[in-house]
């Protein structure tokens, strides 16, 4: 990766989000594109137009801590986008990571005993790497599938099974290729992530675009809206936790809150085992963003 050229990019597309008024700028004469000029952004953050102009056609060398401390308060970077910096600039050092490292044995061991949630262990690429039954029941059964395809990022955007169990398809989508994005700034020397990146931008549109925004992004919790064929809609909450002697590995799991229909939903699947009951009434996908293009 042209780190320089990216970082450039980057700072080009976040100025081209904001307006005058976000930074109590004058709006000036009639703007012919829409975001600040770099004159506006130079001025705030302190620095030369001259050189400013240099770093977004990525021309010039490294920019020092303060200077990118500026320009991240100009351009009004949130958490994850300073840490995406960061890495662009060489603030941060990672080394190159194995192929696919598994997790040690007794975290394996915990995945498989937690049954009343789906749970699952992933790393930066969103390779699966270690799945439960209620997981697998919920998504897809991961143990049938290829491994270069057991990975959430190309189920998401390469399976059309996957737009019909994300009812929230779009939002997903735009966060996931968010993640990617500032996973291959922090793992720049992880060639099998740019191979799954250069896939997905052929084989997806969707991805392509949203990657082309380059906008990043941290998950850590939340809540899914998904489809099941066997028992419907069901909304879960899910929680991502870092495994600290592992590079960008978390256990992620998915729970629904006690009493609710979601819980009955969930503990159904999991006693449904080995074949799949009749469709319940309330099997039929609900309306939903994020319709294929097709």
């Given at each position: ?143 049938a599938m290829a491994e270069p395809q057991r990975n959430l990022a190309w189920y ?16 997903l989508a735009r966060a996931t290729a968010a993640q990617l994005r500032m996973a ?111």
């Open positions: 990766m042209d780190t320089a050229r990216e970082l450039g990019r980057f700072l080009a597309s976040r100025r081209a989000r904001l307006h005058p008024d976000d930074l109590d700028l004058p709006k000036g004469v009639r703007r012919r594109v829409p975001g600040l000029r770099r004159e506006e952004v130079a001025l705030v953050a302190g620095v030369s137009v001259e050189y400013y102009t240099r770093l977004e056609q990525g021309r010039t060398g490294t920019p020092s801590r303060d200077v990118m401390d500026a320009l991240a308060r100009a351009l009004l970077l949130d958490e994850s986008e300073r840490r995406h910096v960061a890495d662009l600039t060489g603030w941060t050092v990672t080394e190159s990571q194995p192929p696919v490292a598994l997790p040690r044995a007794a975290l394996t061991q915990l995945v498989a005993q937690l049954h009343d949630v789906a749970a699952m262990v992933i790393n930066h690429r969103f390779d699966v790497l270690v799945w439960n039954h209620l997981s697998a029941r919920l998504f897809r059964d991961f143990g998401l955007f390469c399976d059309p099974e996957a737009r019909r169990r994300y009812l929230e398809w779009d939002d291959s700034s922090h793992h720049r020397d992880d060639r099998i992530l740019s191979s799954l990146v250069a896939e997905l931008r052929t084989r997806a549109d969707d991805f392509d675009r949203y990657w082309r925004t380059r906008d990043v992004q941290e998950r850590t919790h939340g809540s899914k809206r998904l489809w099941h064929p066997d028992v419907g809609e069901l909304t879960l909450s899910f929680e991502n936790f870092t495994i600290p002697d592992a590079d960008g590995v978390r256990l992620v799991t998915f729970h629904a809150a006690p009493d609710t229909s979601a819980a009955d939903k969930l503990t159904l699947l999991g006693i449904r085992q080995h074949a799949h009951a009749d469709q319940p009434p309330d099997a039929t996908p609900p309306s939903r963003t994020g319709l294929p293009n097709r």
